[in-house]
């Protein structure tokens, strides 16, 4: 299945469709060097063309162990285009060969500046208007974490693994609301539900879903709706995240979260069940997606 063989590689099925309409100019992946010639056969029968190269600094860091970067494509001049952006540590070059939106490269780079950063809170505060769950990126970990986050995701990976496959945009939109990344998003549901509509639908449902939201790490998805800072909820989507499990208990048994400027609470029937101190000035956020 080549769905099968597309995962192996850690290609994930939508940017692959969006390659192949022409839409995403080129797939960039890190690669260990023992898959290298199994990769290349694999692209190659796949009538794509692939680029592999090593790097022994990226973005003028040095690097403890080299690391090998492919650059898929159908076209060959794309993949080492896009290899010379990298290599010149041209971020909004890079971006543009792999078929991101500028708006959002260039946010991206300006974001960068700031390295405590959460990208999930700041498109919430760069957003006007309303939250469209095309641009919903929780379960993409690509391009957000810091050395820290990196730590935590390798020590809870097959916690995380299985949900990376919910998203249609695969870079963080300059806030939730952007056209571009919408469009992009519409293309690629477009595409995915014509190969893989029962996963499309599971998709679109777990993207449509509030979130009370923490860090990257750390939230709640619920089956309910949100009014102002109000969410009423019949019960919590089975998609665990680090959240404590004891305060998840208590939260499950109830029917409404209040988020206030320092507090949050629970209720069960107007009655309040648990309150929980907003330990990070705004962490602690509902995101409503629509
Ligand atoms: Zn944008």
Redesign the pocket.
């Known amino acids: 299945m080549l769905n099968e063989g597309l995962k192996k590689y850690g290609i994930d099925y939508q940017s692959y469709l969006l390659l192949k309409a022409g839409i995403k100019p080129v797939i960039r992946l890190t690669i260990g060097e023992n898959l290298q010639k199994h990769f290349e056969k694999f692209c190659n029968d796949l009538n794509l063309f692939v680029s592999i190269k090593r790097f022994n600094e990226i973005y003028n860091q040095e690097l403890k162990v080299p690391v090998f970067i492919a650059y898929i494509s159908t076209s060959e001049i794309l993949a080492e285009k896009a290899y010379y952006a990298e290599y010149n540590a041209n971020r909004k070059e890079l971006g543009r060969m792999l078929g991101y939106?500028?708006?959002?490269?260039?946010?991206y780079v300006n974001r960068l500046l700031n390295k405590n950063l959460d990208y999930m809170v700041d498109c919430l505060l760069k957003t006007e208007g309303l939250n469209s769950f095309y641009c919903n990126f929780l379960f993409n970990f690509d391009s957000k974490l810091n050395s820290e986050g990196e730590q935590i995701l390798k020590n809870n990976r097959e916690i995380f693994e299985r949900y990376k496959i919910y998203f249609l945009i695969k870079h963080i939109?300059?806030?939730f609301n952007?056209?571009?990344?919408i469009k992009l998003g519409e293309i690629t549901f477009k595409l995915l539900k014509d190969e893989l509509p029962e996963l499309t639908r599971k998709i679109e449902f777990v993207l449509k879903k509030p979130i009370l939201y923490f860090d990257y790490f750390n939230w709640i998805i619920f089956d309910g709706i949100v009014d102002g800072n109000e969410l009423l909820y019949k019960q919590i989507l089975p998609i665990k995240s680090l959240f404590p499990a004891d305060k998840l208990k208590i939260i499950k048994k109830c029917n409404m979260i209040r988020c206030l400027d320092n507090k949050i609470f629970v209720l069960k029937n107007e009655r309040v069940v648990l309150n929980m101190n907003k330990e990070y000035g705004s962490r602690g956020v509902i995101i409503n997606f629509v």
């Open positions: 939106p500028k708006c959002c490269v260039d946010e939109p300059c806030n952007c056209k571009n990344s």
